[in-house]
């Protein structure tokens, strides 16, 4: 159980952020353990071969040497805690290629060492080295992540406004304790629970940066130390539904009252989703989506609010209670 102890000024510098660094990272971790996360069994299928290639080229021999199986514990610098909330990961590389050399030393000397010929090259030339990581990392990111990640994107900003309102509607509590059965608040304290550590700290002023993490899924994940803030990594509501293909069923009670269309976009909005996104799990064109949400905002039935590049729809209370009365 790690326990850390917030003062006021902790409770005012807590933020959210997504980060496309560290879904890379994750998502390497996934493919080492392909059966630890069943969910994201579509995503393998298409990655892995591709991932394999990389491999077999050498071409992320580093990033390779970087990222052990789970429970190692990986590099802090590996993946910067975002500077601000939806960085590009153009920004998390430039943050990576800055890191100081004796941070990158001392993170080697701490978790993996310097047993392989990658590893200690990035030793020896800590510059050079996170070049060549950045290269590495842009590598994995275009063969494995980049052509799904509006779909993550869309998944990990809709989670933040989320908890944002969970935030508004009930302080800092009720935003802690919605977050992941493995995070409670209690008193002034947040306790994590892990698996393979055990600690208690203070913040001191810092405060924590939340961070969603669709690869993370099933687990939570912390990163601590002098460096960077403390960094607490949870899987985003909605992750189960990230690489469904599937339409969702309207009642069709609903859908006799609204049409089959609208009603089928308020079903599929178990949380907050961009046209984009709506668009692919419904089968249908950007155009018909946002004219229907159009039409659904003007009867008070969803609201619709900028999340970075994104709008992000979310049922009001009064879809909310539709769909209950008509048994969805």
Same mark, same amino acid.
């Given at each position: 159980?790690?326990?850390?102890?917030?003062?006021?000024?902790?409770?005012?510098?807590?933020?959210?952020?997504?980060?496309?660094?560290?879904?890379?990272?994750?998502?390497?971790?996934?493919?080492?353990?392909?059966?630890?996360?069943?969910?994201?069994?579509?995503?393998?299928?298409?990655?892995?071969?591709?991932?394999?290639?990389?491999?077999?080229?050498?071409?992320?021999?580093?990033?390779?040497?970087?990222?052990?199986?789970?429970?190692?514990?990986?590099?802090?610098?590996?993946?910067?805690?975002?500077?601000?909330?939806?960085?590009?990961?153009?920004?998390?590389?430039?943050?990576?290629?800055?890191?100081?050399?004796?941070?990158?030393?001392?993170?080697?000397?701490?978790?993996?060492?310097?047993?392989?010929?990658?590893?200690?090259?990035?030793?020896?030339?800590?510059?050079?080295?996170?070049?060549?990581?950045?290269?590495?990392?842009?590598?994995?990111?275009?063969?494995?992540?980049?052509?799904?990640?509006?779909?993550?994107?869309?998944?990990?900003?809709?989670?933040?406004?989320?908890?944002?309102?969970?935030?508004?509607?009930?302080?800092?509590?009720?935003?802690?304790?919605?977050?992941?059965?493995?995070?409670?608040?209690?008193?002034?304290?947040?306790?994590?629970?892990?698996?393979?550590?055990?600690?208690?700290?203070?913040?001191?002023?810092?405060?924590?940066?939340?961070?969603?993490?669709?690869?993370?899924?099933?687990?939570?994940?912390?990163?601590?130390?002098?460096?960077?803030?403390?960094?607490?990594?949870?899987?985003?509501?909605?992750?189960?539904?990230?690489?469904?293909?599937?339409?969702?069923?309207?009642?069709?009670?609903?859908?006799?009252?609204?049409?089959?269309?609208?009603?089928?976009?308020?079903?599929?909005?178990?949380?907050?989703?961009?046209?984009?996104?709506?668009?692919?799990?419904? *089968?249908? /064109?950007?155009?018909? !989506?946002?004219?229907?949400? +159009? &039409?659904?905002?003007? @009867?008070? #039935?969803?609201? %619709? *609010?900028? /999340?970075?590049?994104? !709008?992000?729809?979310?049922? +009001? &209370?009064?879809?909310? @209670?539709? #769909?209950?009365? %008509?048994?969805?």
């Amino acid at each position: 159980m790690l326990n850390l102890e917030f003062s006021t000024g902790d409770l005012a510098r807590t933020r959210f952020a997504c980060s496309p660094l560290w879904e890379c990272v994750a998502a390497l971790r996934a493919l080492r353990q392909p059966a630890a996360h069943a969910l994201h069994r579509p995503w393998l299928a298409v990655a892995a071969p591709r991932v394999a290639e990389l491999r077999s080229s050498e071409r992320i021999a580093l990033l390779d040497a970087l990222v052990p199986p789970p429970p190692r514990a990986l590099p802090s610098f590996l993946a910067p805690t975002p500077a601000v909330p939806s960085p590009d990961l153009d920004d998390e590389l430039a943050a990576l290629r800055a890191v100081p050399a004796a941070d990158v030393r001392a993170e080697l000397d701490r978790t993996c060492g310097v047993q392989t010929a990658p590893l200690r090259e990035l030793y020896a030339h800590p510059s050079s080295g996170l070049d060549r990581l950045a290269g590495e990392i842009r590598a994995f990111w275009e063969a494995a992540l980049a052509e799904d990640w509006p779909r993550v994107r869309a998944l990990l900003e809709a989670d933040v406004l989320y908890r944002a309102r969970e935030q508004t509607d009930g302080g800092p509590a009720r935003l802690f304790n919605a977050l992941d059965p493995a995070i409670r608040w209690r008193g002034d304290t947040l306790s994590i629970r892990l698996v393979h550590h055990s600690a208690a700290q203070r913040l001191d002023g810092r405060g924590v940066v939340l961070v969603p993490s669709a690869f993370a899924w099933p687990r939570v994940l912390v990163k601590t130390g002098p460096v960077w803030p403390v960094t607490v990594r949870y899987p985003p509501r909605g992750v189960g539904l990230l690489w469904t293909t599937d339409r969702p069923a309207a009642p069709d009670a609903l859908a006799g009252v609204l049409g089959a269309t609208r009603a089928m976009l308020l079903t599929a909005l178990t949380s907050p989703a961009s046209t984009t996104e709506l668009a692919r799990r419904l *089968r249908l /064109s950007p155009g018909a !989506v946002s004219q229907q949400l +159009t &039409a659904l905002r003007a @009867a008070g #039935l969803v609201t %619709a *609010r900028r /999340s970075g590049r994104y !709008v992000l729809y979310t049922r +009001t &209370a009064v879809a909310d @209670a539709f #769909l209950t009365a %008509a048994g969805a």
